[in-house]
């Protein structure tokens, strides 16, 4: 299976890409900041879904891979609460991106509790 096909994989992506088209219009005193942290965040979740998926032979490397995907997306949530509080964005477009990330994390959730599945 590639990765991409995962839906994990396919909906982290998404996120992220949502995420990069939003933060083009943060302030500019934020990019080395906010701006390259949240991106840094959401993209490392697909990332670590593709390396996932190349240490599925291993189940112990293959869950702990998943857990840091798990991470990285609570961390895209902090950034989220910081994007929100900053006022960089909408109430509505927080709750929108929050319930994607919370998607992803259920999906990557259930990959942790059923490794056997994907292998």
Do not use: H
Not at 41 to 60: D, P
Request: with cysteine; glycine share 0%; net charge neutral.
């Amino acid at each position: 299976m590639k990765f991409q096909d995962l839906l994990a994989y396919k909906k982290s992506f998404e996120l992220s890409m949502l995420i990069f088209r939003m933060t083009k219009y943060f302030p500019s005193e934020e990019k080395y900041s906010l701006t390259d942290q949240i991106r840094r965040s959401s993209r490392s979740v697909s990332a670590n879904l593709a390396e996932a998926s190349r240490k599925i032979r291993y189940e112990k490397n293959f869950i702990s891979k998943l857990t840091d995907c798990d991470a990285e997306n609570a961390e895209t949530q902090t950034w989220l609460e910081y994007s929100l509080a900053c006022e960089y964005i909408s109430q509505e477009l927080f709750i929108e991106l929050t319930n994607k990330s919370l998607e992803v994390g259920k999906l990557i959730n259930y990959m942790i509790n059923n490794p056997n599945k994907f292998s």
